[in-house]
């Protein structure tokens, strides 16, 4: 069964850092592309970042562009978002999710996805 | 940036009924990159519909979708207890954006 379990969501302050993970099981994790979504309290989703296969590619959304960093680590099977200058409208869910057909970058639905991580920027 | 409206916001109906949900895009949209998922309250989004026609493994045939172009819909034939929910369209022709999604609530 496939399987994604993201962590790290906190509380922090407006202008600060943290780093999401989220770590995946049931699959061949290097063969995918791998995405993350927000979605911010009683609102819809919001597509935020992708990163290939093989780490050697990254797009994100403009809302976020140049604040947050997408990475992952195939030997641990874990993907990462690394969110800098914080501010209050990135408060969502973030959740993790898996591209639905490998080695490719594009056109992929998601699927599944995992249960999400809260992160709260408020002072 | 193709933006997807999803219409009604809400959809007000009973056990057995039919559900007719509608997500117009602002520019055209290949059908294949077209895909529904249903959220429930505390949950993760799942994927329904994907080609904009083809059912996810294990979503029941009283799910179906349909369109091209601009205009897709998503049936329920015939809407049971667990069907209440929100429903998302996805667009991945160009980058990847989500309709604002449809409530379908018990009357």
């Known amino acids: 069964e496939v399987q994604l379990v993201e962590s790290g969501g906190v509380v922090v302050q407006p202008g600060g850092s943290l780093r999401l993970s989220c770590t995946a099981s049931?699959?061949?994790?290097?063969?995918?592309?791998m995405h993350w979504v927000r979605q911010a309290p009683g609102k819809g989703l919001e597509w935020v970042s992708l990163i290939s296969w093989d780490g050697g590619s990254t797009y994100y959304a403009d809302s976020v562009k140049g604040r947050f960093t997408i990475s992952r680590d195939n030997s641990k099977n874990s993907l990462y978002l690394q969110m800098n200058s914080l501010r209050s409208e990135d408060t969502a869910l973030y959740y993790c999710?898996?591209?639905?057909?490998?080695?490719?970058?594009?056109?992929?639905?998601?699927?599944?996805w995992g249960q999400g991580t809260l992160v709260t920027v408020s002072s | 940036e193709i933006v997807l409206t999803q219409s009604p916001g809400t959809l007000s109906l009973s056990p057995g009924e039919r559900a007719t949900l509608s997500c117009r895009a602002s520019q055209s949209v290949s059908s294949s990159y077209l895909a529904w998922y249903q959220q429930k309250p505390g949950q993760a989004p799942r994927l329904l519909i994907y080609g904009a026609s083809s059912r996810a493994t294990g979503i029941p045939d009283r799910f179906s979708g349909s369109g091209s172009g601009t205009d897709f819909t998503l049936t329920i034939s015939r809407l049971e207890p667990e069907d209440f929910a929100v429903y998302y369209c996805?667009?991945?022709?160009?980058?990847?954006?989500f309709g604002q999604g449809t409530k379908v609530e018990i009357k």
């Open positions: 049931g699959f061949t994790f290097d063969d995918y592309t």
């Open positions: 999710a898996k591209s639905s057909t490998s080695f490719q970058l594009r056109y992929n639905w998601f699927d599944p």
């Open positions: 996805q667009q991945f022709d160009v980058s990847w954006t």
